[in-house]
């Protein structure tokens, strides 16, 4: 008898129960015999488990780092102020990108409420300063700075362009010039007194002392004289054919024609209205469809200094800024000021954030927009500094 007919003929022997419970006992070996297998299969570092492997340097393994997983729920704090070491990606664009609000003749009101000291050019898309004892043309395009015309004293302030020529007054003597850039001619103007200089589309203004106070005046060219004066003006800035300025309240913001000097009107009184105290900057940022105006102003209120603005339309005030805040200015869209040499922007029609934006050097005196470019001037010092808006890279101009 062969040997499969005897395990044949035993297992015809057995009974059913036994016959299972053989079959249960093998299957349950072949189980366990399959798993020690595939434990046994190459994986040290359980990746097939789920788990990453230790990371390899130079061919060499080394212990993973331990990690912090960052916690979802937690929303960034707005305050935060950035790192001025770590520079973050800018659009390389910027350097020569125009921003549609310079491409106007003259200069903007927010320049001009910090003394002219740089004007942007737009036919030609340069840049002019008036930094020491000279004025500087800068092209952004090449970065090419030129003397364009040396001073014999003093630094070219409240900067003007128009039809190729620059409007400025001289720090020194206070008198109002015009360089005819395409002949390289200074030609003094005007022999009197000025620290204030705006050109708009109607008229060259200038503002003077005199025995009524503060003067402000529209300068003939054909007649190379002052006419329409009007006294107690301060704080004037244009839009449209309008000037807005406080009178003599200096905490009411008025309203008259721009041409004529007529048509005096109250705007709001800011002492009754909201407790202004002290008024140290104002200017016109636009007004709406029905003629009302929008303002930004750095005013006092009890103890507090602080960036507002004030929209006519409905009366409204709105906080942007407390504390040591000066230089106010606007590139259509931002308002610009420093706190503590630094300086912050915040969106004109939704000042609810401040943007920290660089660390200047040392008690900033003016500071000056053209589209994405910064030039600023510092207490003691006639060198106006330039900021590329890319790299935030500082220069002198000297």
């Known amino acids: 008898m062969t040997f499969f007919a005897k395990i044949f003929v035993y297992l015809k022997a057995l009974s059913l129960e036994t016959i299972k419970a053989i079959t249960f006992l093998a299957f349950m ?39 912090t997983e960052p916690n979802d ?24 990108e125009v921003i549609s609000y310079f491409n106007s003749l003259g200069n903007t009101n927010g320049n001009i409420n910090n003394a002219g000291i740089a ?15 000279n004025i500087y043309r800068f092209d952004p395009h090449t970065s090419q700075l030129t003397v364009l015309n040396p001073l014999t004293s003093g630094r070219a302030i409240y900067l003007n362009y128009r039809d190729d020529s620059l409007f400025y ?13 395409s002949e390289s001619a200074t030609t003094l103007v005007y022999e009197e007194v000025h620290y204030f200089l705006q050109l708009t589309n109607h008229q060259i203004h200038l503002k003077f002392d005199s025995n009524w106070g503060v003067a402000w005046a529209r300068y003939s060219e054909r007649n190379e004289s002052p006419f329409g004066t009007i006294y107690n003006a301060n704080h004037i800035s244009f839009y449209g054919n309008r ?22 009107s109250t705007i709001v009184n800011l002492d009754t209205e909201f407790d202004v ?33 004030y929209h006519e339309e409905d009366n409204e005030f709105i906080e942007v800024a407390t504390g040591n805040v000066k230089n106010l200015n606007y590139d259509g869209t931002y308002v610009y000021f420093t706190k503590d040499a630094t300086l912050y922007r915040t969106l004109f029609n939704d000042p ?41 890279q500082k220069r002198v101009i000297e």
């Open 73 to 96: 729920t937690t929303e960034p704090d707005d305050t935060t102020e950035p790192d001025d070491t770590t520079e973050p990606d800018r659009d390389p664009l910027l350097v020569t």
């Open 169 to 181: 007054i001289n720090s020194d003597d206070g008198f109002f010039y015009r360089y005819d850039i």
């Open 277 to 309: 105290t002290e008024l140290q900057a104002l200017f016109v940022i636009r007004y709406n469809q029905n003629y009302q105006a929008s303002f930004v102003l750095i005013a006092r209120i009890g103890q507090t200094t602080g960036v507002y603005i």
């Open 352 to 392: 609810n954030k401040v943007e920290r934006i660089m660390t200047l050097d040392g008690n900033v005196e003016e500071l000056v927009l053209i589209n994405h470019w910064v030039y600023y001037r510092v207490s003691g010092s006639p060198f106006v500094i330039q900021v590329n808006p890319v790299t935030h």
């Open 243 to 264: 000037a807005y300025m406080t009178g003599s309240n200096p905490l009411q913001i008025e309203i008259r024609d721009e041409g004529s000097g007529a048509g005096r």
């Open 29 to 67: 070996f072949t189980l366990l015999i399959g798993l020690f297998i595939t434990s046994y299969h190459h994986d040290p570092f359980g990746t097939q488990q789920g788990r990453t492997p230790p990371p390899v340097v130079n061919g060499d393994i080394t212990k993973p780092n331990d990690t």
């Open 119 to 133: 004007v942007y050019n737009n036919q030609s898309d340069v840049h002019y300063i008036g930094s020491g004892g």
